[in-house]
């Protein structure tokens, strides 16, 4: 089990930048594999990037090039750096752990509570 509480959220304008974090409240690093969702109304869940079983990560091609994914495995801690926003990113983000197998993450059961990012134009 594992215990995930986001931060970082708020209101910035197009063009700008937010970072949120992920506390969890066990190491993650060798056990659970993590990511980045979002959910904007009236839109269905995406997933904008992960840390995979590899340690590799991956992307949206929405986000891709703007939002970078790291882990501090000392502080139990996963970032998300969101640089460049758009109107389009405005959403309520979530991070999620999933157990990592050899070759795999297994379906991501744990999940911190939403924060809310905007993106005025």
């Known amino acids: 089990q594992v215990q995930l509480v986001v931060s970082g959220g708020g209101s910035v304008q197009a063009g700008g930048s937010l970072r949120l974090s992920c506390v969890a409240s066990?190491?993650?690093?060798?056990?659970?594999?993590l990511s980045w969702s979002r959910r904007a109304p009236g839109k269905e869940h995406e997933r904008v990037a992960s840390?995979?079983?590899?340690?590799?990560?991956s992307y949206s091609d929405s986000v891709k090039g703007r939002f970078t994914i790291s882990v501090d495995n000392v502080k139990n801690t996963l970032y998300l750096q969101m640089a460049s926003l758009k109107p389009e990113d405005t959403a309520t983000y979530y991070c999620?752990?999933?157990?990592?197998?050899?070759?795999?993450?297994?379906?991501?059961?744990?999940w911190g509570q939403g924060t809310q990012v905007t993106v005025s134009s």
């Open positions: 840390i995979e079983s590899d340690d590799s990560t």
């Open positions: 066990r190491d993650t690093a060798s056990a659970y594999c």
């Open positions: 999620a752990a999933a157990r990592r197998g050899r070759t795999r993450c297994y379906d991501y059961n744990y």
